[in-house]
T-cell receptor, first 114, second 113 residues
Framework: AQSVTQLGSHVSVSEGALVLLRCNYS??????LFWYVQYPNQGLQLLLK??????LVKGINGFEAEFKKSETSFHLTKPSAHMSDAAEYFC????????????FGTGTRLQVTL | KAGVTQTPRYLIKTRGQQVTLSCSPI?????VSWYQQTPGQGLQFLFE???????NKGNFPGRFSGRQFSNSRSEMNVSTLELGDSALYLC????????????FGPGTRLLVL
């Protein structure tokens, strides 16, 4: 079965600092991996998606993630944090097959301070 | 193109009642999935519908059911509500569900008293 582990339920960074949110996955087949962001009282918004086309995936709002098969990781980064990045971030893996479902990590709440 | 819409946005029910939530997918999307989000359990998959058929199901009791209509709109029903059913229920749509990107609605927040 697919699974995702997000290390760190809370991460705090200063505005302008590097953002690094960690995600490790477990999958028996080449995975499809996603990062979603959730702002308070809202649904999930897709940041980026890995589908094996390229190991470095660029997403919206300056975020990117690198797929490392040897480390089974898909960490999310942003060079310079902005106050508007404060939100909860979820890493997810998609089941293979015709009826895909997403298995989510427990989420990481990002706090951005002045 | 309009996004995924969910109605109602907020609901308050009492234990033992039943509730129906509605989801309208993005135009052209045929797959609709439902997820439950709670502080304790996180985001959990409920079920997925494609072409009016349930194609995948998570580990939830039979009190949770759903259906999909010919226009791809979907409804989710919870019968005999329990306090633990209080959650944010999220609907997501995709073109055909084959590891396609799922686009989420704003959710319905259900409070069971």
């Amino acid at each position: 079965a697919q699974s995702v582990t997000q290390l760190g339920s809370h991460v705090s960074v200063s505005e302008g600092a590097l953002v690094l949110l960690r995600c490790n996955y477990s999958s028996s087949v080449p995975p499809y991996l996603f990062w979603y962001v959730q702002y308070p009282n809202q649904g999930l918004q897709l940041l980026l998606k890995y589908t094996s086309a390229a190991t470095l995936v660029k997403g919206i709002n300056g975020f990117e993630a690198e797929f490392k098969k040897s480390e089974t990781s898909f960490h999310l980064t942003k060079p310079s944090a902005h106050m508007s990045d404060a939100a909860e971030y979820f890493c997810a893996v998609s089941d293979p097959g015709p009826a895909s479902k997403l298995t989510f990590g427990t989420g990481t709440r990002l706090q951005v301070t002045l | 193109k309009a996004g995924v819409t969910q109605t109602p946005r907020y609901l308050i029910k009492t234990r033992g009642q039943q509730v129906t939530l509605s989801c309208s997918p993005i135009s052209g999307h045929r797959s609709v999935s439902w997820y439950q989000q709670t502080p304790g359990q996180g985001l959990q998959f409920l079920f997925e519908y494609f072409s009016e058929t349930q194609r995948n199901k998570g580990n939830f009791p039979g009190r949770f059911s759903g259906r999909q209509f010919s226009n791809s709109r979907s409804e989710m029903n919870v019968s005999t509500l329990e306090l633990g059913d209080s959650a944010l229920y999220l609907c997501a749509s995709s073109l055909d569900g084959l590891q396609e990107t799922q686009y989420f609605g704003p959710g319905t927040r259900l409070l069971v008293l």
